[in-house]
């Protein structure tokens, strides 16, 4: 049944949401009021229910992705630690888990910071903060302020760089590397225990990896691109 004015208008976490969708899989220009309509199954005006303007929207995705990759990052640098390995650890989860930092959301933020001088100017402040948090905790840790810069500019480009080159590599394979990041960052090895916190606290994905997709739940933003039942079949279905 088409949706009337007096009808639900979604919400703004709906319409960014499907924002957030749009620009992972096509870039800022592919963000754009009716595609987002047309992509809800809502109307164009419901849209200015909750943003005034497309700029308001984009300004929504900018404070989304600071608040969650940025604030993220500087939690996890931040959390406790009783050596430099777990602590370095304990920023690495930002690397495995989505829901602290989105890889897809940052190579797209970066995308789109090459052609709007407002994004590239949060990127780079989002750049700076980032670096702060990670060099103050090696200070907090004993290394010398240039020391400190020093390796967290070598831990957070090597990041930056798996994600401007989208690398590609197995969870496996990358867990199995942590204990040599690890050592190269800070020129201490983990132990056995801090590695085997490490991998406890991400054995979901792990276990993940080895479920057939198909028997895999739909995330939500797949889900709500799901037509009902009786429509056509979903193209979400794996």
Sequence with gaps: MA????????????????AYALLVESGIEAVKVMPLADRLGLSRTSFYW?????????????ARWQAKNTGNLIARCEAPAATIAEAL????DCWYDDGLFDSRLEFAMRT??????????????????RLAAITAL?????????????RART??????????????????????????????????????????????????????????????PLTLSEARQCPPKSARRCPCAR
């Excluded at 949706?3 to 499907?18: I, Q, S």
């Excluded at 650890?89 to 690495?92: A, I, K, R, S, V």
């Excluded at 760089?161 to 090895?189: H, K």
């Design 3 to 18: 949706k009337t004015e007096r009808g639900w208008r979604g919400t703004p976490d709906l319409w960014l949401d499907a």
């Design 50 to 62: 909750h943003f005034a303007d497309r700029e308001a929207l984009l300004a929504g995705l900018v």
């Design 89 to 92: 650890l304990n920023l690495f």
């Design 112 to 129: 789109w910071a090459l052609t709007d001088a407002s994004v590239a100017a949060a990127m780079g402040a989002a750049d700076a903060d």
């Design 138 to 150: 090696f200070r907090r840790f004993g290394y010398s302020e240039a020391e400190a810069d020093t």
């Design 155 to 216: 831990l957070y480009l090597t990041q930056v760089g798996y994600i401007a080159l989208r690398s590609e590599e197995s969870l496996e394979v990358r867990m199995g590397r942590n204990p040599a990041y690890v050592l190269t960052f800070c020129g201490t090895a983990p132990t056995g225990a801090e590695i085997a916190a490490f991998q406890a606290r991400h054995e979901v994905r792990l276990a993940a990896r080895a479920t057939p997709a198909a028997s895999q």
